[in-house]
């Protein structure tokens, strides 16, 4: 005799399921032990078999459904929805391409074979044509399916099945269970002829076929599972009992009915709603009783089925043309007929099914791989009260809960279940005493503590003795005592917070990252270069234009040169007659220089053989050509020092150049001097280069930012070495010169670590003296004369560093000067004072009564008629602003003006509330009122303050306060505050715009120069504050004007096109309520930020620094000031301003002001980084033409459409896009100040130019 395993009912021979629980029997097996027996498993919540019944004391999960595929009709639904939504992104290019094929097919069919919409031809019937669009669609849905899970079956992909098991298993449960067989099938037929209602006989075939083939595939898993979860709801609900449950039979079964039901309407049309609804009204009705999530999700698809079927669209009606023949015969014809366009709309459907079809089959295929071929039967819907007739319920622990499961641990009643004793508890998989249960709970709590993610700190676990209220083994959370379980819950919201705020930061840094390489994209551009794909790289393309280097510094220094040889030349020609002045002017004539300095230099020298007292000045002027003795000395060095800075930026090769032809110089006119022959003169010039070239490479090359200390001592000591031996051939004195030159630069490494000062500069000036003495006393001369050499080069090389840094800051400097020279212009005319109309007709009339005056001169009254001109022709204030000057008149209880004794009237300190709010949307008008006369601009700041803001602050502020993440933050004495932040810098004023931040304000206990207390303002992160900002702005707003139904596209156009902007923030969790209020700050022009927003940067930041008062500082202000090093964040300073200027893209006047700001302050920077001896990147000529005209372009009222027209028309004219380019761009150079590098020659370069200048010597004969 056999038992059910489940139930403990007999079970007869060979039987499939069980008679009383309808649980399979095959797959799980009949134990054969009597009711009562030990289940075979006992899991960690449920303690194993009871005695009381032969039901179980808890089902396991529901039969079929693997632990990742939901066990719930609604969720089993959601879940199919929500894989194949994420398989259709996931493979948009296959599914689109199989669509777009899908539609030129279908295409092809209805125009070439169908010819036109005829829908009695066989093809007709396969195609979506007036009536059958969904039927059609569906068809080629369907047909895509079988036609993939053949591909995969092919292929060999996707789990096998055995079709002739489940053929058992549903004529075992025909034969076992006819009556609940019979209903699942009436389900089945039902469902499909409800279908076929909006399915012609040849999508209902291909309907049948389908249906059938998913008994033979995975995917009719998931259909089984579907239906199979239906209807054991459905009879559970009607039976109000232990459901019978036969497995995944019902489920083939209901799917093999609806094969059946599509196959006799593909036949015989018998379908349509009347049958279809009359086979599963019954159910439907009864379903309608339940209130399980599971019927609701079956009722609402089946009266979503009905009302689509009754009322669903129709399909329109047209012409039985549009075939290929009858259009002609051609694609022009074809496309100029009627049907041209219907035809190809017509294949819509089929394209979106067909995708649809490759994404289903394959998801379906999947999840069918999940779930289990065939099952125990036992799951479903029953819960723990549903246990079957005597059997006692379960008892649990009131105080107990599992902390890794977080369910309540189920207590020993001493009769129900096997083993254990009364009163134990079961945890672990085992009976426990209670005791010994509370201290292994305890010991896992111990060794697994919960933190929270916000701080870090782990919770507080109640011990049942420490602390008042609460139970044992809860933990403190949120403020209160909670279970575990629940504690576990809500950390789980928090971490799920704590990464949408993660993820949305990192995607607002993914779309800046993706802005920024646009801009690093277009700068390339815009500089000539092209993407070369097979290199994978930016190269240079036609268009261009290399920077200018060092070489055009030489080639104006040629020049110069040059002047100076025809000033000398007229000089001697002034001097000398006949054939020597003709031979003059001939080479002078023939550019011939150097045979003319040549000529010079004879004349010159045979005025010092005659010693005539003129050669004296003259010999000046031959030194300075390197002929002279110590100045000469000098000026090689000099020179060298001053093209090591000049060449530096432009390359290697420049420098090189440039100071090989000093030393040339030099070393050729020494052994001129000398008197030796012209090939010595020509050797030692080419040796002097080749020396002077190595130098100068070397130099740079050791200069560059990241060259190690050895290689900046070993490189040139091993190329002195090399030259030494080359001039000379003796290695000793070669190895002794490289030994020099190792020694030397060693000690200007060390020198260059020290703190500056005169001590820095001994320890140079020495270390250059000794190592001429010593290179002097290695080639046989005397260390004294060699010693005086190298510290008179030493000098020369500091002067000529200073002197190129010098020319490096003017040259740079001047091309910015026109911006600055602009930006005072501007700044000037935006001092003056703009009149409002009413302002300006009083100030008329008292200049027309002087003027009139009989007493006026001539004189004066030509004056005032100059002034009456100039105000009659001048700037007004607008009219929004003339509005709230005159909105302070103060009025009598009859509505007339009060004046005052001179007949003026009285204002009030406010303008009105809502007048101001109003002008909030207006920058054009705010631009121009801070040119108002300052009585109206502190009436219009007074209300924005004291009416506008400070309620919807205070309200902000409150809540914060309430907020114990804020109040964490907070010390006895501290206080909240909005706090208005400004451009560093810069005072408060009336602005266009408002970035408003939380702060805590905390006395420092200190005071400044001036006796004031020094307040620091620490910010609140505003993910705790801003949503409530943007609320609290918005409501109190709305009391302002009067209600939202105040509020239309005409008077607030601005709010509504941001209320559409913002539409997409939905889908990061913002309500409709947070989209307008933050729609509504914006269109007013308010922004609640931190440090951390998109438009701050950390250099703009006050939070990290301190000046010499000990006040907090941005580091922007120390760097303008020409301290505290570069910016700390480049990138975001130039982004801040960027998206200053984007995010007014929409409005270009207060863009461009914006950018003007930005301007300013990065020129600013630019200067303050020279003040610190920084050599900062040459800005473009186009990008500072640019600049100058942003800065003229006007921001007011001023600033009409016209005159942004022109702006962007010059801006064009430059090569940018638009205006809005040419200011990301402007932007994006501040970004470049990184590149910034220290000027001139450390310590230990001069010493190396120093020792350079000296020149390998020969060896002393004598």
């Not at 992104?89 to 777009?100: H, K, M, N």
């Not at 489940?166 to 002829?193: C, F, H, K, N, Q």
């Not at 254990?420 to 111990?446: F, L």
Request: hydrophobic share 35%; aromatic share 6%; glycine share 12%.
């Amino acid at each position: 005799m056999a038992f059910c395993t489940h139930c403990g009912a007999k079970l007869k021979d060979n039987s499939r399921f069980c008679p009383a629980c309808g649980a399979e029997t095959i797959a799980a097996g009949a134990s054969g032990q009597k009711p009562g027996g030990k289940r075979p498993k006992a899991g960690r919540s449920a303690p194993g078999a009871r005695k009381a019944s032969a039901a179980m004391a808890a089902p396991p999960d529901l039969p079929g459904a693997s632990p990742e595929v939901p066990d719930k009709l609604v969720p089993l639904i959601g879940y199919i929805i929500s894989r194949t939504i994420s398989a259709f992104f996931r493979q948009l290019p296959t599914t689109i391409a199989f669509g777009l094929a899908a539609w030129v097919f279908h295409t092809y069919l209805l125009v070439v074979v169908n010819e036109g919409f005829n829908m009695g031809s066989l093809t007709g019937r396969f195609l979506a044509l007036q009536g059958q669009t969904i039927s059609g669609s569906l068809l080629w849905m369907v047909g895509t399916m079988i036609l993939t899970g053949l591909w995969r079956r092919m292929r060999g992909k996707g789990p096998r099945v055995s079709l002739s098991d489940r053929i058992a298993a549903m004529r075992a449960y025909l034969t076992e269970a006819p009556m609940d067989a019979y209903s699942v099938i009436a389900g089945g037929v039902g469902i499909a002829l409800s279908i076929a209602t909006f399915t012609n006989s040849s999508s209902s075939l291909v309907l049948a076929v389908g249906f059938g083939a998913l008994i033979a595939s995975k995917a009719g898993s998931v259909f089984s599972l579907l239906f199979k979860t239906a209807w054991n709801t459905l009879f559970s609900t009607v039976r109000r009992s232990q459901v019978r449950k036969y497995g995944m039979a019902a489920g083939y079964m209901a799917v093999a009915a609806s094969s059946l039901g599509m196959l006799a309407n593909s036949m015989v049309p018998i379908g349509g709603v009347i049958p279809g609804v009359a086979l599963l009204g019954a159910a439907v009705f009864l379903g309608m009783r339940s209130r399980s999530e599971e019927m609701a999700g079956l009722f609402l698809l089946a009266g979503l089925g009905t009302w689509w079927a009754l009322f669903g669209p129709a399909d329109l009606v047209f012409a039985d043309d549009g075939g290929w023949q009858e259009s002609g015969g051609t694609l022009t014809g074809w496309i100029n007929s009627q049907g041209a366009i219907p035809a190809i709309i017509y294949g819509v459907g089929p394209a979106i099914g067909t995708g649809l079809g490759v994404v289903l089959g394959g998801v379906l295929s999947d999840i069918g791989g999940q779930i289990p071929e065939f099952d125990d039967g036992n799951g479903g819907d029953d819960d723990e009260g549903s246990q079957g007739e005597g059997v006692p319920p379960t008892i649990h622990d009131p105080d107990l809960v599992d902390p890794e499961t977080g369910e309540r641990l189920i207590v020993h009643d001493g009769q129900s279940y096997e083993g254990g004793k009364a009163g134990q508890v079961w945890y672990d998989g085992k009976w426990v005493d209670r005791d010994d249960a509370i201290s292994r709970i305890g010991q896992y709590e111990k060794d697994h503590p919960l933190y929270d993610p916000r701080t870090g700190d782990s919770l507080i676990v109640n011990d049942g003795k420490t602390y008042e209220g609460g139970k044992p083994g809860q933990v403190w959370f949120d403020g209160k005592w909670m279970d575990r379980s629940e504690a576990q819950h809500h950390l789980d919201k928090v971490n799920a917070e704590l990464e949408r705020e993660s993820q949305r930061i990192r995607e607002e840094q993914r779309q800046w990252s993706d802005e920024q390489r646009r801009i690093r994209e277009d700068k390339l551009r815009s500089d000539g270069y092209v993407f070369d794909k097979e290199q994978n790289a930016w190269v240079q393309g036609p268009g261009y234009k290399p920077t200018p280097s060092a070489s055009d510094l030489l080639r104006k220094a040629e020049e110069d040169r040059e002047q100076r040889i025809l000033k000398s030349a007229d000089k001697v020609s002034d001097r000398v007659s006949g054939e020597l002045r003709e031979h003059i002017e001939e080479l002078r004539n023939g550019g011939k220089y150097e045979e003319l300095a040549e000529v010079c230099r004879d004349y010159w020298r045979g005025q010092v053989r005659e010693g005539q007292e003129e050669s004296t000045s003259q010999q000046r002027w031959a030194t300075a050509y390197g002929i002279g003795e110590m100045g000469a000395k000098a000026t090689v060095a000099a020179s060298r020092g001053a093209l090591m800075v000049l060449g530096g930026p432009a390359g290697a090769a420049a420098t090189a150049i440039s100071v090989g032809a000093v030393s040339a110089a030099g070393e050729g006119a020494e052994k001129w001097v000398e008197g030796g022959s012209a090939l010595d003169v020509a050797k030692s010039t080419a040796a002097g280069f080749l020396s002077g070239a190595k130098d100068g490479a070397i130099g740079h090359f050791t200069n560059l930012p990241g060259t190690s200390g050895a290689v900046k001592v070993l490189v040139p000591a091993a190329a002195d070495t090399a030259e030494t031996f080359i001039r000379t051939g003796d290695i000793k004195r070669s190895l002794a010169t490289g030994a020099v030159s190792a020694a030397g630069d060693m000690i200007g490494l060390g020198t260059d670590a020290l703190p500056g000062g005169l001590k820095k500069e001994l320890i140079g000036a020495a270390t250059s003296a000794a190592s001429g003495g010593t290179l002097s006393v290695i080639n046989g001369g005397d260390f004294g004369e060699g010693a005086i050499d190298g510290l008179v080069n030493h000098v020369g090389g500091k002067v000529g560093s200073s002197v190129g840094t010098s020319a490096v800051n003017r040259y740079d400097a001047q091309a910015e000067s026109t911006v600055q020279q602009a930006q005072a212009e501007v700044s000037g005319q935006r001092r003056q004072t703009v009149l409002t109309d009413d302002q300006a007709e009083n100030v008329l009339a008292g200049l027309r009564a002087d003027r009139d005056d009989p007493n006026t001169s001539p004189a004066d009254r030509q004056m005032i008629d100059e002034h009456i001109a100039s105000i009659e022709n001048g700037p007004r204030q607008s009219e929004r602003i003339n509005e709230l000057d005159r909105s302070r008149i103060q009025r009598d209880q009859n509505g007339d003006p009060i004046v005052d004794s001179d007949g003026h009237p009285v204002k009030s300190d406010k303008v009105d509330t809502r007048g101001a709010l109003d002008q909030l949307q207006d920058t054009r008008s705010s631009r121009t009122a801070k040119q108002a006369d300052p009585e109206l601009r502190d009436a219009i700041v007074k209300t924005r303050t004291e009416e506008i803001y400070a309620p919807a602050d205070q309200r902000t502020i409150n809540r914060a306060g309430d907020n114990p993440e804020v109040q964490k933050m907070m010390q006895p004495g501290d206080k909240l505050a909005m706090d208005t932040f400004s451009t560093p810098g810069k005072p408060p004023s009336l602005g266009a715009d408002r970035d408003a931040r939380l702060v805590i304000e905390r006395d420092t206990g200190r005071v400044d120069s001036k006796g004031n207390p020094i307040i620091d303002k620490i910010e609140v992160p505003r993910k705790h504050w801003e949503s409530d900002a943007y609320k609290d702005f918005y409501d109190h707003s709305m009391d302002i004007v009067g209600g939202r139904e105040n509020v239309t596209p005409d008077s607030h156009p601005e709010f509504f096109r941001r209320r559409e902007e913002l539409d997409y923030m939905k889908g990061s969790g913002m309500s409709q309520a947070e989209i307008d209020a933050r729609a509504w700050g914006e269109a007013h022009n308010q922004l609640f930020t931190d440090k951390y927003h998109v438009e701050a940067s950390a250099a703009n930041s006050d939070q990290a620094l301190r000046n010499a008062e000990g006040r907090m500082t941005s580091n922007v202000q120390e760097v303008q000031a020409g301290r505290g090093g570069q910016l700390t964040d480049q990138e975001g300073y130039a982004r801040m301003w960027g998206e200053k200027s984007r995010f007014y893209e929409h409005n270009t006047p207060e863009a461009v002001a914006q950018s003007q700001k930005g301007i300013e302050a990065q020129l600013q920077v630019r200067e303050g980084l020279r003040a610190q001896g920084y050599r900062v990147p040459e800005l473009p000529p186009d990008t500072t033409r640019a600049m100058e005209l942003i800065s003229r372009a006007p921001v007011g009222v001023d600033a009409t459409p016209e005159a942004m027209a022109r702006l962007n028309s010059d801006l064009q004219g430059l090569g940018y896009r638009d205006t809005n380019d040419a200011m990301q761009k402007i932007a994006s150079q501040t970004e470049a100040l990184k590149w910034s590098q220290k000027q001139g020659l450390t310590t230990g370069g001069v010493i190396s130019t120093a020792r350079g200048a000296l020149g390998p010597q020969e060896p002393n004969d004598e």
